[in-house]
Each structure stands twice: as structure tokens, then as C-alpha cells.
């Protein structure tokens, strides 16, 4: 297997101490007015930054303390889109659910279907035993996704520090992306494609060879929008020494994803973890050295140049062929997880018998807990599954790595301008429909 790739285009770290000081307020900033020196102080102003800003894309609001242009304190307040999809799961059949995940990270659905149908696999004990042709086809949706999301987090980010051609070349290629994901599931956006034990169709015809010359394609545009940012000096100033996060602080704070990666912390749930079929695929993790903005715009650029390669060889290595398109269900052969053949439940009694019970009562799972994380494009997103047996779910919980990542905001605001909180938001690349859910 190939050994993990370290971005080294940077000046070196050292450098980050210097900027970091050069960006935390003085002493007379933050002290209080009550001092020998409050008549040369004015006083600190607060600020709502959000919920309805276009710099935060989503109902994210931050209080901001502000001492002139200077933040000395940041408290983010999420919640404006809960829609307690926790609890609602506990209603809801296994498959039932799938749909709900659609819009925990609405820019990745088809990723947020496989790590759930994952973990509730696991709780049924056949996360080994799904077909190879499924695992490599589930890849597939999920490195898609994965350029999907980083290609908007990536053309709003740019947007949001001035480069609006960057935001036009990125939607460009994610049209396309929609265009075969519609072939391939029937809807652009919330494709409930997944199911518990499989999927819920094959690849239709000539898709394959239209998701590789999406590849060819899709690559020229990254070197396009590198071409137009990694030199940009606009974009260099705005994003360089700006949001530092250290290793230490990335860790404790629990970023997963990009944003652990840029500070320079060297994990993949795809490589620590292997699910699927990733353990057979040859691919590299990219990992920063300074964790500021920069770093982590450079690690997603190179994350989606990645997910072409683990696309590409998962098309070369796909089981059955690359048009062996049979319009049915790719899924375990197990008549009361997955739903059997319509044709055979319209001329078989104990077919019949089997979709019935699937449909009405769901699957009947084991008692026990499981928690299963994926690498999704945000980091790791993890379901724990409590279940005392039967359809539903006794307790289901969600670790939503957008929530966990905009933790760190009070933490990393302070010391920065406040026209320096846009270009931070834009690197952390967050969604408030997974950090609520």
C-alpha cells in the first residue's frame, strides 16, 4: 500500500509562531477599562455574526466581542436547524431511516446512506458479507461525494474571499456529478440510493464509462482553480497564518477529516479503518504541516485528485463487468434483510410472506450496541446503534464531524480581524444541517 503523502509546498512551520503573535490582540486590547490605562481603551462592542449571513452558509450564529476589529471572544450558537433526527429514528424502521440521512450533510448524501447502512450491518453481523460488486459501487458513491462536497466547500470559500470564477468552474464539474448521480439513483439531491445489506439498483447502462470521462474531465478543472488560488496573492494573504489549529489542538478538540489532516495529524478512517473494499485500493492521504486556512484548502484540492484515482481503479477492478446492469438490487441473499426479486415475490408464497413482513415491520435485528465511523468528506461521521432487538432502533446516535469541528471556533477566533472570521469558516467547511440534525 502507498505510504501517506505530506503536502510540502510550505514555507516551513517555524514561521507559524511569528504570524500567531503577530495576530493575538495586545494586552491593552483585551484588558479591562477598569485599569490605570482604561481612558486610552474604548469599549468592546458585540456583534451577531449570523444566523442569516452569507459568509457562514447556513443558520450558524456567532457572537462576536469585538474590541475595535479585533475578536476577543467567539461563541458560536447552532440549534436554528435541529429537526431531532435522533429521535425520529426511533420510529422509523432500519430502512425506514435511510431517507433522514440524506440531510444530515446535504452535499454528500450518498456517503451519509453508506456509513449508516454500515453501521446497522454491523449490528446485524454482515458488514463481511455484502458482495463484492456492491462494495466497489458503494466507493464509488462515496469518493463522488466526496468531490462533490470538497468542490463546493472549495467554490463557496474562494467566493467568500473574492474569487468568484473559482465558484463558477467548481458548480461547472458538480453538474455533472448530479447529471450521473440522477442516472444512477433517480433523484439529483436526497438519493436514499443505499439499503440495509445492499443497494437498490445496479449501474445503469454506459454509466460507468461516463463517470470516466467525468474523471478525465473533472481533473483539468482542479488544475484550473489551483492555477487561479494556490499563487493568488489575494487569496495567499487572506488565507496564510489566518486559523491556525495545532496538532494538540485538533486532536483535543476532536477535528476529524481535512481539517485534522491540515494541522498535520496523519489519520484516515479509510486507512486506520478499512471498510468496503478501501484496503484494497492503492491511494494516499494527504496531511499539511502549518494547519492554518491555506493548509487546508491545499489538502482538499489534493483529496479530490485522490478520490479520482480510488474511482478509477474501482472501475477497472469492478466485479462483473463495468455494464453487467440488471436494473435489480445488488444485496446480501438473505430474504428477511433484503428484499427479495419482484418476480419471484409474485409467483412464491414465502417470498411474498418475506417482503411483507420486511415492509411492515422492518428488519429484525439482534440486541446489542455497534458504532461504525466513515470518512466522510466533513471527517468522520459515526452512528451508535443501541438496539433491544426487533425493527427499530432502542437509541440512535450521530457524531456529526461538522458539529465537533465548529467546536474550536472560540478557541481559534480570538486574536484574528473580524474580516478574517469569513476566510476561517470557509477552510473549516462545515454544514448546520449535519452539526444540528
Known amino acids: ?17 511569528e504570524g500567531a503573535k503577530s495576530l493575538m490582540p495586545t494586552p491593552a ?36 466581542e469585538m474590541d475595535g476589529e479585533i475578536i476577543t471572544k467567539a461563541t458560536p ?3 436554528y436547524l435541529h429537526r431531532g433526527d435522533e429521535k425520529i429514528a426511533e420510529n422509523m424502521t432500519w430502512n425506514q431511516f435511510i431517507p433522514y440521512t440524506d440531510r444530515l450533510d446535504y452535499l454528500a448524501p450518498l456517503a451519509n446512506n453508506v456509513a449508516y447502512a454500515l453501521a446497522v450491518e454491523k449490528l446485524l453481523g454482515i458488514d463481511r458479507q455484502l458482495p463484492p460488486r456492491c462494495q466497489y459501487i458503494r466507493v464509488i458513491c462515496c469518493e463522488m461525494a466526496r468531490i462533490s462536497a470538497h468542490l463546493l466547500g472549495l467554490g463557496a470559500f474562494a467566493m467568500d474571499v473574492g474569487a468568484l470564477t473559482v465558484f463558477l468552474h467548481t458548480f461547472t464539474e458538480r453538474e455533472k456529478i448530479y447529471s450521473l448521480i440522477e442516472r ?5 439531491f436526497t438519493t436514499s440510493y443505499t439499503r440495509i445489506g445492499g443497494l437498490s ?62 494541522s ?39 483529496e479530490m485528485r485522490q478520490s479520482v484515482r480510488l474511482i478509477r481503479q474501482c472501475l477497472t477492478k469492478l466485479p462483473g463487468g463495468l455494464d453487467n446492469a440488471s436494473n435489480e438490487p445488488i444485496s446480501v441473499p438473505d430474504g428477511k434483510i433484503t428484499l427479495p426479486p419482484k418476480a419471484k415475490v409474485l409467483s412464491s408464497m414465502e417470498e411474498l410472506i418475506h417482503q411483507f413482513m420486511l415492509v411492515t415491520q422492518g428488519i429484525n435485528a439482534p440486541a446489542g450496541e455497534v458504532y461504525f ?8 461521521l459515526g452512528f451508535y446503534i443501541n438496539s433491544r432487538g426487533g425493527g427499530t432502533p432502542y437509541r440512535l446516535k450521530i457524531r456529526a464531524p461538522s458539529f465537533c469541528n465548529l467546536s474550536i471556533l472560540p478557541h481559534v477566533l480570538p486574536g484574528h480581524m473580524m474580516s478574517d472570521v469569513v476566510s476561517i469558516l470557509g477552510s473549516i467547511d462545515f454544514v448546520m444541517g449535519e452539526c444540528d440534525r
Open 184 to 188: 444512477l439513483t433517480g433523484a439529483r
Open 373 to 380: 465511523g466513515a470518512e466522510n468528506p466533513k471527517g468522520e
Open 1 to 17: 500500500m502507498a505510504t501517506s503523502q505530506t503536502i510540502e509546498f510550505r514555507e516551513p512551520a517555524s514561521r507559524v509562531a
Open 264 to 302: 498535520g495529524v496523519d489519520y484516515d478512517v479509510r486507512k486506520a479503518h478499512p471498510y468496503l473494499v478501501y484496503g484494497e485500493l492503492d491511494f494516499e492521504v494527504p496531511v499539511g504541516s502549518v494547519g492554518d486556512s491555506y493548509d487546508r484548502y491545499l489538502v482538499r484540492l489534493e
Open 77 to 79: 450558537d447552532v440549534g
Open 201 to 262: 439498483r445496479d449501474l445503469p447502462p454506459g454509466w460507468a464509462a461516463d463517470l470516466r470521462k467525468f474523471c478525465d474531465e473533472v481533473l483539468v478543472n482542479f488544475d484550473e482553480s489551483e492555477t487561479l488560488l494556490t499563487r493568488n496573492r489575494i487569496f495567499v494573504d487572506r488565507t496564510r497564518n489566518v486559523g491556525v489549529i495545532t496538532a494538540a489542538d485538533a486532536i483535543n478538540f476532536g477535528l476529524t477529516g481535512p481539517n485534522l489532516r491540515g
Open 29 to 64: 486590547l483585551v484588558s479591562s477599562t477598569n485599569g490605570e490605562d482604561g481612558d486610552l481603551q474604548g469599549e468592546k462592542m458585540v456583534l451577531n455574526m449570523g444566523p442569516s449571513h452569507p459568509s457562514t452558509h447556513g443558520v450558524l450564529r456567532i457572537v462576536l
